[in-house]
């Protein structure tokens, strides 16, 4: 696992846990948030490409979601969460 106690590149956001990676089957997301948050997240290849638009996770406190990623291809890519104008990019790979 990997542990993040805050993300300066969103305010608010604490706690914040990206597993497993790598993956096989899915992708988890464990955060808390300081008030109501909406979350854009997607998954971004090498290339800077778009992969996969998850519906906007609203989240308020301590949160959980996770994604299915079984038809991506193995390889490197990117787990990319927007709020606003602020975002944060998290590498992952799914074998």
């Not at 993040?4 to 608010?12: K, Q, R, S």
């Not at 290849?45 to 979601?65: C, E, S």
């Amino acid at each position: 696992y990997t542990f993040y106690t805050a993300i300066v590149e969103l305010p608010g956001l604490t706690d914040v846990t990206v597993f497993p990676n790598p993956t096989t089957e899915s992708i988890g997301l464990r955060m808390t948030a300081e008030g109501a948050r909406k979350l854009e997240v997607s998954v971004i290849d090498l290339k800077g490409a778009l992969v996969l638009q998850f519906p906007t996770w609203n989240i308020t406190g301590a949160a959980y979601q996770s994604w299915s990623l079984e038809w991506l291809s193995s390889g490197k890519y990117f787990l990319h969460i927007k709020e606003g104008t602020n975002s944060w990019t998290y590498p992952f790979v799914k074998n």
